[in-house]
């Protein structure tokens, strides 16, 4: 008998993906930070992947990211992603021939803004939501088949777990609704804005009444405040970033042209009960196209001058000629 060898087969780590910022503006980056691999650190390389909902299951395949062919020392990577919801995924390899972890778990940037390509829409019209209510989600876009997601803290599922999917609608199942980040996603690889529900508990709690959507700088806004019944609350008290707005109750809270400073948190507060928060997102107006009519202006402004000014000079010659009788030399051009 040879000597006993004690031989440890482990299976490959799964790496960690976070991303920041969570929900996207026009314009930002993305970070992605892949870690868990503190412990055996040395020498890995990172790749980085697109998540593209796959037509054959619930889950999805992985799209290698362009600049990420090689893999990237670094376990961190920026891109500039555009304004739409997207899913990410990261795993790292080293040695020859080269060892793979496992791929980490999709984690997701979202967008509140509906894509005119694909759009989530909620019914009741709003964020915030008791447990008991009826509530569908509606998906709308190019695409015929649709499948709702949820992200709930950790958890990935799609509406076959706690609604029911008719068509593009998928109805929630009251007993299995929960707060979390609700979108569309098609199997040609298209996703739509996301909304960010919140499910209040406390039946005896008010419900605070804001826009699903985002608002844009100069619109207005008016926030409610109701209970379970439907009824609107008269002597509400509202916190925008949990700072109290006003010192006397009110039925609504009235923002006659919205700004930027207006963006964040608010909740409503009624008989000493305070609503869940929900986050108001406000885009900025669409500038108008001053620069491109500028120089068009700087062309036709002059000839239209140039033009008025002969005109003017025709006329007083046609006057000249009439009170000449047509004598004057130039009268017989």
Known sequence: WSDVVNLTVSSPPQPVLSVSPLWLNPGASVTLSCEGLDHQSAG????????????????????????STNGTEQ?????????????????????????????????????????????????????QHFRSESVSLSCEGNSAKWRVMRF?????????????????????????FNSGVYWCESKSGEFSNAVNITVQDDSSAPLLLSPVHPVTEGDPVTLRCRDKTQNLFSNVFFYHNDKLLHNDSREELKISAVSKSDEG?????????????????VRATVSSPVSSSFPVMLIVGPVVGIVFIILIILLILLWHCRQSKGENFLCSY
């Open 44 to 67: 890995w390389r990172f790749f980085w992947y697109k998540a593209v909902p796959d037509p054959s299951s619930s889950s999805y395949t992985y799209e290698l990211l362009p600049d």
């Open 75 to 127: 376990n961190s990577f920026i891109i500039n992603v555009s304004t739409d919801t997207a899913g990410f995924v990261c795993r790292a390899g080293r040695g020859e021939p080269e060892f793979y972890t496992h791929y980490s778990k999709p984690e997701f940037v979202w967008s509140a803004d509906p894509h005119p390509a694909a759009s989530l829409s909620v019914n009741p019209d709003r964020v």
């Open 152 to 176: 709930m803290e950790t958890e990935l599922s799609n509406c076959s777990y706690w609604g029911n999917l008719t068509g593009t609608t998928c109805t929630i199942n009251p007993n299995r």
């Open 265 to 281: 948190f608010y909740k409503c507060q009624h008989s000493g009960k305070d609503s869940p928060r929900s986050w108001m997102s």
